[in-house]
């Protein structure tokens, strides 16, 4: 994935993201091609892996993986309309989109025994419910179950974090933004631009704002020297 450096998603946000069970989509290489499925994954950080499940008669799971896996992570994405940039009058322009996104690269285990596959499953859902409810269940019945899919996990050998959130444009520009996202609802794209997307597009603004005022001055002092010399 190709990430200009104001687009990289800070290590903290990509930390951050990793840490709560995640809903994306596991591209796997096989001999006829690759395969894809949407599925929950949690991250293992002690061990470095990200842990799913698949149905046993997938074939992303029933034939032998012969790369390493990508793991897709799109955390949210909007359309922006020129016509929400503060300075669009002045200088109009396109739409766009922005988005969070991240992709996890690594090698792909999948672990057949009904055993691994139900300690994967029991670790997803302990992120959210309490132990009595896979007890009400009941062990034998959650071992029959677990029959029928297969653990997978994909380690975490190389991690790109990408956020196009408007960090390019002119810091009034994405204060309109952030503004017509709180409008929306979309609130966590908003506070997202309103903690890193702004804090850079100002510092990016004021450094080219006195690169401009260097230039500037450097220009006046050759040309009074051009006029002292004429004289």
């Known amino acids: 994935m190709h990430v200009p450096d104001h687009f990289v998603l800070p290590q903290d946000h990509i930390d951050a993201l990793l840490s709560a069970p995640f809903f994306a989509t596991l591209v796997t290489p096989h001999e006829d091609g690759l395969q894809a499925t949407p599925v929950p994954f949690h991250h293992e950080a002690e061990r470095k892996v990200l842990v799913t499940h698949l149905q046993r008669i997938n074939p992303q799971a029933s034939t032998p993986v012969v790369g390493e896996g990508l793991v897709l992570v799109d955390r949210g994405d909007a359309y922006v309309s020129p ?10 322009n396109v739409p766009t989109w922005d988005y969070v996104t991240l992709q996890v690269r690594g090698r792909v285990h999948v672990d057949a025994s009904p ?12 992120r959210f419910e309490d132990p009595e409810v896979l007890e009400a269940v009941g062990e034998d019945k959650l071992a029959k179950m677990a029959r029928a899919i297969v653990a997978v996990e994909v380690h975490v050998d190389q991690v790109v974090g990408k956020a196009k959130m408007s960090q390019n444009r002119h810091p009034d520009d994405v204060r309109s933004v952030i503004a017509h996202f709180e409008q929306v609802g979309l609130s966590e794209l908003a ?3 309103r903690e890193v997307s702004l804090p850079y597009a100002e510092a990016r603004f ?3 704002e006195s690169l401009r005022r260097v230039t500037a001055l450097k220009a006046r002092v050759t040309s009074a020297r051009d006029d002292g010399g004429q004289g």
């Open 83 to 92: 016509r929400w940039y503060a300075t669009n009058d002045a200088v109009p």
């Open 206 to 208: 004021a450094k080219i």
């Open 191 to 193: 506070a997202f631009m």
């Open 115 to 126: 055993q691994a596959a139900l300690r994967a499953a029991r670790a997803l859902t302990d």
